[in-house]
């Protein structure tokens, strides 16, 4: 009997690897995945990873073929991996309702955004930044896998002692910066975000770490605009008979 084959393709990272460290698997640039087959559906229906908000997660971790440590992926990366799961499971044409209109987005026709990669020190996921209103310098990284896993335990604790409680904004923070004014302990730096981080401070890291991340190019035109907009990720992305 002859063995079964299934084909896979190449996902092209947004980060070509720059910040991935020389032994890490992600050092390439790129990710082989596998066509999405009736396993992965029942993952996709499997309603304890529904509830517990890991079915996503499960799904490209068992769609990746590539010997990679899953928590090591910057979050635009796994952005890149989330939209080629998609297509090779339900194919590239995404219907979406945008202000009333029927929309079909190509989702093989997103591209990666352009990176600037003199900001980038080749293997190290650190940058730095200066506060333009307090002057205070800092470092921070770019968010993987790992630390939005961190964060979302962390927010789900908070939410049990204070339902009303809903801190992420700082608390993403207190994850990506990594020194402030030279000091790296996390007790330093989670103080300092809850008592000295001005909010037009906090704004302008927020808009320079989004200016800067590798990620891919969620938007499009809708018919009839000029000027882009997000794509809604919506239930029917990974669902698309619902």
Not at 64 to 80: H, P, R, T, W
Not at 180 to 195: A, L, P, S
Request: charged content about 30%.
């Amino acid at each position: 009997m002859s063995e079964f084959t299934l084909p896979t393709e190449i996902v092209e990272l947004p980060s070509k690897g720059l910040l991935y460290s020389e032994e890490s698997g992600l050092k390439s640039g790129k990710i082989e995945m596998k066509y999405m087959t009736a396993k992965e559906e029942d993952i996709l229906t499997n309603q304890s990873y529904i509830s517990k908000g890991t079915v996503l997660d499960k799904l490209m971790q068992s769609l990746i073929v590539s010997e990679i440590d899953y928590n090591e992926l910057l979050v635009g990366d796994k952005n890149a991996v989330m939209v080629a799961a998609r297509i090779l499971g339900y194919g590239s044409e995404y219907k979406i309702t945008y202000l009333g209109e029927d929309e079909t987005i190509d989702l093989s026709l997103l591209e990666n955004k352009e990176i600037d990669e003199s900001l980038f020190k080749e293997g190290n996921n650190s940058f730095e930044f200066t506060l333009p209103y307090s002057k205070n310098k800092l470092t921070f990284k770019l968010l993987n896998s790992k630390d939005e896993k961190n964060i979302q335990r962390e927010l789900e604790g908070l939410k049990k002692i204070n339902k009303d409680n809903s801190p992420e904004l700082s608390t993403r923070l207190k994850y990506m910066i990594t020194s402030v004014e030279g000091k790296t302990e996390t007790k330093d730096i989670r103080h300092f975000v809850d008592n000295y981080l001005l909010a037009k401070d906090s704004r302008e890291l927020r808009a320079y770490v989004k200016k800067i991340q590798p990620d891919v190019d969620l938007t499009f035109f809708p018919l009839g605009e000029s000027n882009r907009v997000t794509i809604p990720i919506g239930v029917s992305f990974f669902w698309p008979d619902i």
